[in-house]
């Protein structure tokens, strides 16, 4: 599937406590690479010109250097080298794309860009999540979106990359730059959407209920007996105001064609009432979806991450027995 219409040029932020850029990362920027024109690639870290050697016929042009401003630290000065290096590619762009590397790419992304350019967007992320948990208003996820020139090309967008600052507390990262500019395009009268909305997946789940729960059954029952799998399956298939990526509901997700999966959800730490999530090895196996590269650098980092032992599965067979 070719995707010409629309020129694209990425900012793709890069973290690694090693500055090391992981084979996750070629294989996200290899991929990312079919659907833009350019990309450039900045790091919050000293990476060394070897380890830039393993990207330099992707990308554009790269900035790595600490700075401590997160993601959006990055985005801010990939779109301003963009800005003052590359004037003529910036006049020619229709969309501006700010990915970064916290999640593993599952698959390429042609058919997600196909379904965008269908949609007369000024703004759209392949998730959206709520403000909060009493609101129905909801907001673009950050570490994948995109920006036509109907806002990048804007005074109140050059004004929001210029606020960009560091700030010590990621909730405040969060509420004042990815729900707040969110915001700030509501105010601007732009047209904002996500790919895969949460609506979006609880309209699959209800359209699609019974073949899911025969498809977690299979891959819930050599682990558990009916009772938890009952209780698992209704946890999975409810419909709540949660960030759907970090929930049971991924599963959906990739199902429907979310190509990418947060590194955070894979971690022990994180969501551990979301059961369905310590199967996620056996789930993209059912889907086939490689996983070694995910494997290489969660062990890479010594992340504990979740999995289910054969030492728990007795355990737990006994608590049910």
């Known amino acids: 599937m070719e995707i010409q219409q629309f020129k694209r040029v990425a900012i793709f932020a890069h973290f690694d406590k090693h500055n090391i850029i992981d084979d996750y990362v070629i294989t996200y920027l290899t991929r990312l690479r079919e659907v833009v024109d350019n990309?450039?690639?900045?790091?919050?870290?000293?990476?060394?010109?070897?380890?830039?050697?393993?990207?330099?016929?992707?990308?554009?042009?790269?900035?790595?250097?600490?700075?401590?401003?997160?993601?959006?630290?990055?985005?801010?000065?990939?779109?301003?080298?963009?800005?003052?290096?590359?004037?003529?590619?910036?006049?020619?762009?229709?969309?501006?794309?700010?990915?970064?590397?916290?999640?593993?790419?599952?698959?390429?992304?042609?058919?997600?860009?196909?379904?965008?350019?269908?949609?007369?967007?000024?703004?759209?992320?392949?998730?959206?999540?709520?403000?909060?948990?009493?609101?129905?208003?909801?907001?673009?996820?950050?570490?994948?979106?995109?920006?036509?020139?109907?806002?990048?090309?804007?005074?109140?967008?050059?004004?929001?990359?210029?606020?960009?600052?560091?700030?010590?507390?990621?909730?405040?990262?969060?509420d004042d730059y990815e729900k707040g500019f969110s915001l700030e395009l509501v105010r601007q009268n732009k047209k904002v959407g996500a790919i895969f909305s949460c609506y979006k997946v609880n309209c699959f789940?209800?359209?699609?209920?019974?073949?899911?729960?025969?498809?977690?059954?299979?891959?819930?029952?050599?682990?558990?007996r009916k009772s938890k799998i009952k209780r698992i399956l209704v946890d999975s298939l409810s419909l709540y105001k949660f960030n759907y990526i970090h929930s049971s509901k991924y599963y959906f997700l990739i199902k429907m064609g979310f190509p990418v999966m947060k590194r955070a959800s894979l971690l022990v730490e994180n969501f551990g009432s979301q059961k369905l999530l310590l199967y996620w090895r056996e789930i993209f196996k059912k889907l086939n979806i490689d996983d070694k590269e995910i494997l290489n650098h969660l062990n890479r980092i010594g992340a504990n991450y979740k999995k289910v032992s054969k030492n728990k599965i007795v355990n737990l067979f006994k608590f049910y027995i």
């Open 39 to 174: 990309i450039i690639f900045v790091s919050d870290g000293d990476v060394l010109l070897g380890e830039l050697k393993k990207i330099e016929h992707l990308i554009l042009d790269n900035i790595c250097q600490k700075h401590g401003e997160y993601d959006f630290g990055s985005y801010k000065r990939g779109f301003l080298l963009l800005q003052k290096k590359y004037p003529e590619i910036l006049s020619q762009m229709d969309e501006l794309v700010f990915v970064n590397d916290s999640c593993y790419s599952l698959r390429g992304f042609k058919e997600v860009f196909a379904l965008t350019e269908k949609e007369d967007f000024d703004a759209w992320a392949l998730a959206d999540d709520f403000l909060d948990y009493n609101s129905n208003a909801k907001y673009l996820q950050s570490y994948f979106i995109a920006y036509r020139k109907g806002v990048f090309r804007e005074n109140f967008f050059l004004n929001f990359i210029n606020s960009i600052k560091k700030l010590e507390d990621k909730g405040k990262i969060i």
């Open 205 to 224: 789940i209800s359209q699609n209920l019974m073949n899911l729960v025969c498809e977690l059954r299979e891959i819930l029952k050599p682990f558990y």
